[in-house]
């Protein structure tokens, strides 16, 4: 069997555009789509060639969509890999985030930062 990878992770956040730009500083992704969702909502895809994270938002949300697949839903933290783990934690601070749970243990060295609307992000680097 062929090695089986994630492509994308579909998240509910408060602002999508926000949150990609976020990350699009933060990590050196791309939008590489964005535009209507399901129930009227926005959608913007990002990240790299191979794999992205879909965020998400509808105008409906607060008013009680019944699809139980599209409201925001329990979520423990996204983990970004990176090469150079004190590069982009300079990146994050100077960003005005706060990092914290830092870790170095097998098999890598990493750290947490809250994006500041719900998400804790786990940055980890294996170099």
Known sequence: MSEVKIEHINLTVEDPKATAAMLVDLFDWRIRWQGEGIYNGL????????????????????SGVNDPHYHAMGFNHLGIVVDDLERVEKRVKDAGFKTYNHGDYEPGRRFYFDDGKGFEIEVVSYA
Not at 45 to 58: E, M
Request: cysteine-free.
């Open 43 to 62: 959608t913007v895809h990002v990240g790299g060639d191979s794999t992205y994270i879909a965020l998400y938002n509808n105008s409906e949300q607060k």
